[in-house]
């Protein structure tokens, strides 16, 4: 059975401070150019970055900040080059791969039968395929100038816990948000996090709305029911491996990828051999909290809900992609190479 619900917390932050990005995106990093980058997730060579406290003035280079950043030993400036992930979207899933644990690589015959190939979900590469489409009258000579920006007021505020940057894409060459693109032409669905500030939930809001009111894009293949999950739905690895015919082999039902990527685990632990019971026995493992987006946005005592609570035991999903605004993890600190916690702006 799913959990009661027990906790109230306090939890939306207004940050005051911002910083922005200048940089060129590499346009051959894209699925259809030959490499590996989706619809949310985008690689940035960076030139400067800076940061102001108030969002309007005072604004200083900081570019030094972080370069010898690092989230869980992983650097998140590498080669001058940060990798971005578009916050309050998600994209449907071109080629997750689910990760063992340490439990699974002791038992030789789990880690036997462990699969390691990129699983995907139906219209994740129409989704990377449209915004490559989008994308190239902006591109010259293969890059495209642009700024990324966060709402922060702590430089360990800026990257997740997979060392991402996380914000909005603006292409300089009209300020167009690539974010707010994605969402009001339907290749993504809206996914907020505690960390957003209510106007940047609101922003994606509307435009998921009109998407959503008009089956555009994701929305004419979103399930309010778990999709049975299919080992042989997957994208084939390497630069030269053949891609993917979004017009033969992209349409399908399909579920918010928050819940498709727990899927995943779940049925390569379950074909392993792990005692592992429901799909919701898993989802209650795992603690994945969570607040009414109808809630959070008032900025007052909110409780605290969890992922199982919204997903039956006949599969049925209990939310809109819009109404759950998931709790981010924020237990990684950001560390410089001498493994002290980087608190300051420099």
């Known amino acids: 059975m799913a959990r009661s619900i027990t906790e109230v917390s306090a939890i939306r932050t207004d940050y005051k401070g ?26 940035m060579k960076v030139k400067s970055m800076r940061f102001s406290a108030d969002g309007n003035s005072g604004w200083r280079n900081v570019i030094d900040t972080f370069k010898d950043a690092k ?5 998140v400036v590498k080669n001058n080059t940060i990798t971005i992930r578009l916050q309050g979207i998600d994209a449907p899933e071109l080629h997750y791969e689910s990760e063992p644990r340490t439990k ?6 789990i880690k036997q ?34 700024m990324v920006y966060t709402r922060v007021d702590h430089p360990n505020d800026v990257f997740d816990m997979y060392g991402r940057f996380v914000g909005d894409i603006v292409l300089q060459k009209d300020n167009k948000n690539v974010n707010h693109w994605l969402a009001e032409e339907g290749w993504a669905f809206p996914t ?11 922003d994606i809001d509307s435009r998921s709305k009109t998407a959503m009111g008009s089956s555009k894009g994701v929305w004419n293949g979103y399930s309010n029911k778990v999709v049975p999950f299919d080992f042989t739905l997957k994208t084939p690895k390497g630069k030269k491996a053949k891609r993917i015919d979004v017009g033969l082999d992209d349409t399908g039902n399909m579920n918010l990828p928050k819940i498709f990527r727990r899927q995943v685990d779940y049925e390569i632990r379950k074909n392993a051999g792990e005692k592992i019971g429901s799909f919701v026995d898993y989802l209650i493992s795992r603690k994945d909290k969570c607040y009414r987006t109808s809630e959070f946005l008032k900025g007052k005592n909110t409780q605290t809900l969890y992922l199982d609570q919204f997903v039956r035991e006949d599969g049925i999903i209990d939310f809109k992609p819009s109404q759950i605004v998931f709790v981010e993890n924020n237990t990684q600190v950001l560390r410089d190479s001498n493994d002290n916690k980087i608190k300051d702006w420099t």
């Open 18 to 43: 911002i910083l922005e990005v200048y940089g060129t995106i590499p346009f051959e990093q894209f699925y259809y150019q030959g490499g590996e980058s989706d619809a949310d997730t985008v690689k």
């Open 113 to 146: 039968r462990w699969i390691y190939d990129w699983f995907r979900q139906y219209r994740g590469a129409k989704a990377v395929c449209e915004l490559e489409r989008f994308l190239k009258p902006y591109s010259e000579s293969g890059i495209i100038s642009a």
């Open 192 to 202: 907020y996090y505690n960390s957003m500030t209510k106007q940047e939930i609101l």
């Open 104 to 109: 699974q690589d002791e038992n030789p015959e």
């Open 71 to 75: 989230i869980r030993g992983k650097q």
